[in-house]
C-alpha cells in the first residue's frame, strides 16, 4: 500500500489542487521545496558524479526537503466519493455513446 504521496511539477504549485487530491485519495501529500522533479533529479545525480555526495541517497537526504504537508479533510471524501460512485455507474454509457458511429 502507499503511504506517502510526494508531489512534483507545475501542478504542485496550486495549493487549492493539492487539497482537493488529497481530499479525494484521504491521504496526505507532501510538497517538496523543489518541485521541478527532472531538474531535482539532474542535480542529484550531478552532484554523485561529481563526488559532492557519495551516494543518491545521501544526495536526495540533503536536497530533498518538505515544504508543505495537505492532509486530508475527512468531512470532504466522502463527497467525491458519493460523485465518484455517480461516474462509475454512469461512465461505461458515455464510453458507449461516444464510440456509437451514426448509420
Known sequence: MIEEFRVSGGAARSDVWLQIM???LGRPLFRPTI???GALGAAILA???????????????ALVKV?????PDPHRQPIYDEHFARYSLLYPFAKQLSH???N
Do not use: Q, R, W, Y
Not at 552532484?47 to 537526504?61: Q, R
Not at 515544504?67 to 492532509?71: A, R
Open 22 to 24: 488529497a481530499d479525494i
Open 100 to 102: 456509437h458511429k451514426p
Open 67 to 71: 515544504e508543505n504537508v495537505f492532509e
Open 47 to 61: 552532484g554523485v558524479g561529481g563526488d559532492v555526495f557519495s551516494s543518491a541517497e545521501e544526495a536526495v537526504n
Open 35 to 37: 518541485t521541478e522533479a
